[in-house]
């Protein structure tokens, strides 16, 4: 009933840049909290940035100063801006938002959906 589909991530040497944007579809009625995680092998996924509907920020220690998440309320879509990567923040992406949805019959609901995860590598 709702997707989250994320753009694709890549290959960058250490000290670029790269966009991420994950679009939220459907059944939705609000869009809430979005997000962005990430995850290494053998590890837990880790928050790296959030933003609540009017906008407000919080972000990982590790990355503040060099990633900005904004969104799009209209288009649904969440964005990340990673500039000055390291190669410490090579891992999967996924983004996250708490969406409002409805049903075409019944009450509907409110619920954390995930994308599907996208691939960052950064070179040394």
């Known amino acids: 009933q709702v997707q989250l589909v994320e753009s694709e991530g890549g290959l960058v040497q250490a000290g670029g840049s790269l966009r991420l944007s994950c679009a939220a579809s459907g059944r939705i009625r609000s869009v809430n909290a979005m997000g962005w995680y990430r995850q290494t092998p053998g590890n837990s996924r880790e928050l790296v940035a959030t933003i609540t509907s009017s906008g407000t920020t919080e972000y990982a220690d590790s990355v503040k100063g060099r990633f900005t998440i904004s969104r799009d309320n209209a288009k649904n879509t969440v964005y990340l801006q990673m500039n000055n990567l390291k190669p410490e923040d090579t891992a999967v992406y996924y983004c996250?938002?708490?969406?409002?949805?409805?049903?075409?019959?019944?009450?509907?609901?409110?619920?954390?959906?995930w994308g599907q995860g996208t691939q960052v590598t950064v070179s040394s």
């Open positions: 996250n938002a708490n969406i409002t949805y409805f049903r075409s019959v019944g009450v509907g609901g409110r619920s954390d959906y």
